[in-house]
């Protein structure tokens, strides 16, 4: 059917959209538009799940073997703790998949659409039949839709029908036996606009749509596992053959000291779960959802799990510089007109959206109805997509559209000129949209006395090419001045006119050449934002190089570049360079790689250009974030190992392609997400270094028992107790450490580091000595005062379980001290470690559990002794990190 048709079909006003009430109504009818998600797993499966481990199946071997061997007790102990473990792991993981879930709904689609008359942003999941879309360039088609008025409109389909290149549409009636991708009336679900523009009615939603049909036959995969999960289960697979390798070690020293041997079986069994860092899996779970949740709070959405661990090796951040680096509030400042013969300069007062400023040339106002003036006002009005929007209660003056085109309107009105009367006035018959390729876009009206004027606004270089019939003075003077206002960190842009002329899409500006007569300049500022000058200080400090990328003139980028630290003032100490987008097409690719450490500024590149940068920059080993906002810009977004979208300007396609969506467009928000990255690595590190020394020492005592000639130190279920429930109350906790302050003073983390580096290795070379010296030298000291046997082990199990306490808060940092304000600072490490003490009471002081546990109660006045030896851990690590702190100043 036709478009009236359709529109009537649907119920729909042309002009107005649907109302408010009828899109209520049509969301409780057909549901929210969006594809069926996968049913919660119920919580019996998510517990189901948690026995699904070669540790697991240990344990259970384990049980087993204590019941063959008559030890009832112990066997209802390990059962005991794989339950509490598995309902532990159950609830963790459970959280951090609702942390997921309200991570994904904020990163959320949004659309444009008419309703009430007044153009809106909803989400796409609001989307209902019948409602009026607003697609431009970048945006997602969010629903299946017929279209009732296009300009120009490119549409990529490659999702749905495999088109390699983008379709071009129409609104003209098709026959209904049409194939899907030939239908050019009908936009859908899961493709997106490449260029043009267009409206179009909503025909279905959800389930109906094309993609749905297509969802409802297939299922969808799984995020694959990111280097950090795949290192940590090869780490995971050689302590568990590690532990194989100890189980068999064990018997065989227990054989030779002829110990009874179920008692020998259920120690080594005891000793192979120690090895095995059963909370490690949960613990990286838990960090790396924290982390995003951090993250968005501070603005920084995440997309993709690997960008979380990606972030702390960040080398380079390529940022652009409208809205990212600068607060997006364009405002004119400057104008140059032609003249006759003799260029007029007009100041411009006011900053901001608000119109509120006068003009004035040498002194004096200038009025609107100046010719010249008149003719610049026009083309700047006319040739505009943007909507000034007047301040609605305590809101400011805000602009719906480009900043850049927004303050051309906020110009006609500090002139005295009224947008909206100029434009029903002047109607648009045709146009030529902005292409990012030309910088350039054109429109034609009807206007008095020119009944067919196409209006032109762009790059100056790209408009003063068109216009090579003007006077060379002309030229040579406007050329001057565009380039004097880049210096000034000025944006410049160019208007023409042509009279009598006609817009063919197909022949586009070239037709206009040497028939553009110049209008004038304007120069606009974005001022920087105050706190990215203090990120881009911390960026330095912490090993990471800012390189602006804009499509403003170099001089302009390399002014704001300089204004804010990005580039150093040419004495050769750094990148100083501008780099624009012909030159850099002359540059091969040896001659770049060679010169990007001198490069601060990356001016007027093209979005395919931004490709070619982070490729260039990766070849030489560096870790790449890079920003963007257009649909052109998701290929770099892609290829970069950090792809930031613009959460505010970006386009859908944009922040699809991306791995992080910022939500407010700032550069601080990235600087804060990169050390929110560095946290989480850092967290996780803790956690590993925690796991290793505890176990380590905990066979170390066991092997000296067993060489040493003496009895076994503790019971198997001792150990269980220790590795399972001393240790996974404050495992996870531990990866909630807060930032330690020098996050951001560290080196990238290195993009093959290892999980037990070199300095990890020191520390557990000290800590893992000093527990099994205490709790072993505990043990053998008080066997030789004839201690009863049943005592010593209560003592020496309580002992370690105590040096693990004081160990994990030598874990929170490796140079911090862990006295102080820095104990109190995770109330989750805080919690677990009052948990975890609560248990061992309950052990040491509850009947029931001293027959479980083979433990007798100690006097309380015995456990001061105890607190103060086991503390020798605490206060070896102490006297390490003070010599380190030494060592760094």
């Known amino acids: 059917m036709d478009a009236d048709e359709a529109l009537r079909r649907c119920g729909t006003d042309p002009q107005r959209g649907l109302?408010?009430?009828?899109?209520?109504?049509?969301?409780?009818?057909?549901?929210?538009?969006?594809?069926?998600?996968?049913?919660?797993?119920?919580?019996?499966?998510?517990?189901?799940?948690?026995?699904?481990?070669?540790?697991?199946?240990?344990?259970?071997?384990?049980?087993?073997?204590?019941?063959?061997?008559?030890?009832?007790?112990?066997?209802?102990?390990?059962?005991?703790?794989?339950?509490?473990?598995?309902?532990?792991?159950?609830?963790?993981?459970?959280?951090?998949?609702?942390?997921?879930?309200?991570?994904?709904?904020?990163?959320?689609?949004?659309?444009?659409?008419?309703?009430?008359?007044?153009?809106?942003?909803?989400?796409?999941?609001?989307?209902?039949?019948?409602?009026?879309?607003?697609?431009?360039?970048?945006?997602?088609?969010?629903?299946?839709?017929?279209?009732?008025?296009?300009?120009?409109?490119?549409?990529?389909?490659?999702?749905?029908?495999?088109?390699?290149?983008?379709?071009?549409?129409?609104?003209?009636?098709?026959?209904?036996?049409?194939?899907?991708?030939?239908?050019?009336?009908?936009?859908?679900?899961?493709?997106?606009?490449?260029?043009?523009?267009?409206?179009?009615?909503?025909?279905?939603?959800?389930?109906?749509?094309?993609?749905?049909?297509?969802?409802?036959?297939?299922?969808?995969?799984?995020?694959?596992?990111?280097?950090?999960?795949?290192?940590?289960?090869?780490?995971?697979?050689?302590?568990?053959?590690?532990?194989?390798?100890?189980?068999v070690l064990v018997v065989l020293l227990g054989l030779w000291r002829a110990l009874p041997l179920p008692e020998v079986l259920m120690v080594a069994i005891s000793q192979m779960v120690s090895m095995v860092p059963e909370g490690l899996p949960v613990a990286m779970t838990i960090a790396l959802a924290v982390g995003m949740q951090r993250m968005a709070e501070r603005g920084a959405i995440i997309r993709r799990l690997s960008a979380v661990e990606t972030l702390g090796s960040t080398t380079v951040i390529c940022s652009d510089k409208t809205g990212t680096l600068t607060r997006n509030e364009m405002t004119v400042v400057e104008l140059w007109l032609p003249g006759d013969g003799t260029p007029r300069e007009i100041a411009v007062g006011g900053i901001g959206y608000a119109p509120e400023g006068r003009l004035l040339e040498q002194g004096r106002p200038v009025d609107a109805r100046d010719p010249a003036l008149a003719g610049l006002l026009a083309a700047a009005v006319l040739c505009n997509d943007a909507e000034l929007q007047p301040p609605a209660g305590d809101a400011a003056w805000t602009v719906l559209g480009d900043p850049t085109e927004g303050a051309l309107l906020v110009l006609a009105a500090k002139a005295g000129a009224d947008p909206a009367t100029l434009r029903r006035d002047a109607p648009r018959e045709a146009e030529l949209p902005f292409d990012s390729d030309t910088k350039l876009m054109a429109t034609r009206h009807r206007l008095g006395g020119a009944p067919r004027r196409v209006l032109l606004k762009g790059a100056p270089e790209a408009l003063l090419r068109l216009a090579h019939g003007e006077d060379a003075a002309t030229l040579a003077a406007a050329r001057a001045q565009a380039e004097a206002m880049a210096t000034r960190a000025l944006r410049v842009l160019a208007f023409g006119s042509v009279d009598d002329d006609t817009l063919d899409a197909a022949a586009g500006f070239d037709a206009l050449a040497g028939r553009v007569r110049l209008l004038g300049l304007a120069g606009q500022i974005d001022p920087p934002r105050e706190e990215v000058r203090q990120a881009v200080a911390e960026c330095r400090r912490a090993g990471i190089r800012?390189?602006?990328?804009?499509?403003?003139?170099?001089?302009?980028?390399?002014?704001?570049?300089?204004?804010?630290?990005?580039?150093?003032?040419?004495?050769?100490?750094?990148?100083?360079?501008?780099?624009?987008?012909?030159?850099?097409?002359?540059?091969?690719?040896?001659?770049?790689?060679?010169?990007?450490?001198?490069?601060?500024?990356?001016?007027?590149?093209?979005?395919?250009?931004?490709?070619?940068?982070?490729?260039?920059?990766?070849?030489?080993?560096?870790?790449?974030?890079?920003?963007?906002?257009?649909?052109?810009?998701?290929?770099?977004?892609?290829r970069a190992d950090v792809g930031v979208a613009m959460g505010i300007t970006g386009t859908e396609v944009a922040k699809s392609a991306a791995k992080i969506v910022v939500t407010d467009d700032n550069f601080a928000t990235i600087v804060g997400a990169v050390q929110q990255g560095r946290v989480v690595y850092g967290n996780l590190k803790?956690?590993?270094?925690?796991?290793?020394?505890?176990?380590?020492?905990?066979?170390?005592?066991?092997?000296?028992?067993?060489?040493?000639?003496?009895?076994?130190?503790?019971?198997?279920?001792?150990?269980?107790?220790?590795?399972?429930?001393?240790?996974?109350?404050?495992?996870?906790?531990?990866?909630?450490?807060?930032?330690?302050?020098?996050?951001?003073?560290?080196?990238?983390?290195?993009?093959?580091?290892?999980?037990?580096?070199?300095?990890?290795?020191?520390?557990?070379?000290?800590?893992?000595?000093?527990?099994?010296?205490?709790?072993?030298?505990?043990?053998?000291?008080?066997?030789?005062?004839?201690?009863?046997?049943?005592?010593?082990?209560?003592?020496?199990?309580?002992?370690?379980?105590?040096?693990?306490?004081?160990?994990?808060?030598?874990?929170?940092?490796?140079?911090?001290?862990?006295?102080?304000?820095?104990?109190?600072?995770?109330?989750?490490l805080v919690g677990g470690l009052s948990l975890s003490v609560a248990l061992q009471a309950a052990v040491l002081y509850l009947p029931p559990m001293n027959a479980l546990f083979h433990t007798v109660p100690l006097p309380p006045a015995s456990l001061l002794p105890l607190v103060a030896l086991a503390s020798l851990v605490l206060w070896a690590e102490e006297a390490r990190k003070l010599r380190a702190r030494g060592g760094r100043r």
């Open 19 to 247: 109302d408010g009430a009828a899109a209520a109504r049509r969301l409780a009818e057909h549901g929210p538009n969006a594809l069926p998600e996968a049913p919660p797993r119920p919580a019996w499966l998510g517990l189901l799940r948690q026995f699904k481990s070669p540790l697991i199946y240990i344990l259970f071997a384990a049980a087993v073997l204590a019941v063959a061997l008559g030890h009832h007790g112990d066997a209802g102990v390990i059962l005991a703790v794989v339950v509490v473990n598995a309902l532990i792991g159950s609830f963790q993981e459970g959280r951090a998949e609702r942390s997921m879930a309200a991570l994904r709904r904020l990163s959320g689609l949004h659309v444009r659409v008419l309703r009430d008359g007044a153009e809106r942003v909803v989400e796409a999941r609001e989307l209902v039949p019948g409602d009026l879309m607003l697609l431009a360039a970048g945006d997602a088609v969010a629903a299946d839709a017929r279209l009732v008025e296009q300009v120009q409109l490119q549409v990529a389909e490659a999702a749905l029908t495999g088109e390699s290149v983008p379709v071009s549409k129409s609104v003209t009636p098709l026959p209904e036996v049409t194939g899907l991708a030939d239908r050019h009336d009908m936009v859908y679900s899961g493709t997106h606009v490449t260029g043009g523009r267009a409206r179009a009615v909503v025909v279905a939603t959800g389930v109906h749509t094309e993609v749905g049909r297509i969802a409802g036959l297939t299922e969808r995969a799984e995020e694959p596992k990111t280097p950090l999960e795949l290192r940590l289960e090869q780490f995971g697979r050689a302590l568990v053959a590690a532990a194989l390798g100890l189980f």
């Open 546 to 638: 800012p390189v602006m990328v804009t499509g403003d003139h170099k001089l302009t980028g390399l002014a704001i570049a300089r204004a804010l630290g990005i580039a150093d003032d040419g004495d050769g100490r750094g990148a100083c360079r501008a780099v624009d987008g012909p030159e850099l097409e002359r540059m091969g690719e040896a001659e770049l790689r060679e010169a990007l450490p001198s490069i601060a500024v990356f001016a007027r590149v093209q979005p395919a250009q931004k490709l070619r940068i982070v490729e260039a920059l990766q070849a030489r080993g560096e870790v790449v974030a890079m920003t963007g906002d257009g649909v052109n810009d998701a290929p770099a977004l892609a």
């Open 686 to 828: 803790k956690v590993i270094l925690y796991l290793l020394a505890t176990s380590m020492a905990e066979v170390l005592v066991l092997l000296l028992a067993l060489l040493g000639g003496f009895p076994l130190p503790l019971a198997a279920v001792q150990i269980l107790w220790i590795n399972i429930v001393t240790e996974g109350t404050v495992t996870v906790n531990l990866v909630m450490d807060p930032p330690d302050g020098d996050e951001m003073r560290r080196r990238p983390v290195s993009r093959d580091d290892r999980l037990l580096g070199t300095a990890l290795l020191r520390r557990v070379a000290l800590m893992t000595p000093m527990i099994a010296a205490v709790t072993f030298g505990w043990f053998a000291w008080r066997l030789s005062q004839g201690v009863p046997e049943d005592l010593v082990r209560t003592e020496t199990f309580t002992v370690l379980a105590m040096c693990q306490w004081f160990n994990v808060l030598n874990c929170q940092s490796a140079t911090a001290s862990a006295l102080g304000a820095r104990l109190l600072r995770n109330r989750w």
